[in-house]
């Protein structure tokens, strides 16, 4: 059911000078991208997730995911190897350990006799959409956000290289759906300095994600609305989009162009600590099927490239829970305004269990 935006307020004196903190701490609570299924090969491999080091390893042809700790000796067990495609084996002593994460053998002792706390310890781990998503809580509180077009039959999906940035997940989030920015960060990319106004447009909340729809004109020189063969007299190519933003930091953004032609960006960020971040971006298109997608992944990095230099910037590097410590323009900043309350309400409740 969709919910206002204005039945859903708090005074920012209610969150302490340890806010960011709690909203940090919250994070365990739901589920996160840390891998392109693509890029998990047949050995282990390290991630780090809020600042804890994981080992992701597929045995018994499922994803699992283990703290990237021997019980023996602290080892990381990352720098092990798989055997027989159901047991990890660390490589300083070569205890062995199965799909459970239960220790099976232990070469140097003679007999079987294993002690009972000899395991790896365990988080849920899941593959879809193309990542292996974890959740260091065994109860997340929210679903894995949804991404339609990558399973359509009628898209061609095309994966942008993982980057990292020096900032927090919420800022890059927040960068995402920043609609004032598009004409001066992307003046003649994805929009005009020459037309910088943010068209009126609404918020709301329905079920766990936070939904608007906004037109902004894209200059009709980029390569990807010239793969339209939109007439060159067109200065611009108006864009009916609709945004998904998925709490904590996935965005769903679909771009209406002329003709029918669809274009979708899929961008999950997983939070790497509190002020390290890394994005997995998906683009998916209805049109050009035969053509390569170096030229759209191309697109896609010279953007993100562009934000990440104004994005590291921000100070603080995460989110202020004070919403007065910044200034928010009416209308302008209305989803930023909603999300930052939306992520700190779920922080509290949290916090409060």
Known sequence: MSTSIEAHSESANEWNVAGEERVYRSLRRYWHPVLYSADLGTGPQRVVLLDQKLVVVRLAGEVRVFADRCAH????????????????????????????????SIPARFGTLIPPNARLEPYRAVERHGLVYVSLDPQPILPIPDFPEFDDPAYRVAVVPPYDWQTGAARRTENFVDFAHFA?????????????????????????????????????????????????????????????????FTVWLQQHLPGGNTFVLFMACSPVGMKHCRSFTFNARNFALDEDDERFVTFQQEIAEADRVISESQTPEELPADMTAELFIRGVDRLSVEYRRWLFELAKAADDA
């Open 73 to 104: 000796r602290g080892t990381a067990v990352s720098l092990g190897w798989v055997e027989d495609d159901v047991l990890l084996r660390c490589p300083y002593h070569g205890w062995t350990y199965g799909p459970d994460g239960v220790c099976t």
């Open 184 to 248: 001066w960060v992307h003046d003649g990319v994805l929009a005009s300095r020459d037309q910088p106004e943010v068209p009126e447009h609404e918020v709301w909340r329905d079920g766990a994600e936070l939904r608007t729809t906004i037109t902004v004109d894209e200059p009709a020189s980029t390569d990807k609305t010239q793969t339209l063969g939109l007439d060159s007299a067109d200065d611009s190519v108006p864009g009916r989009r609709n945004y998904r933003v998925a709490l904590p």
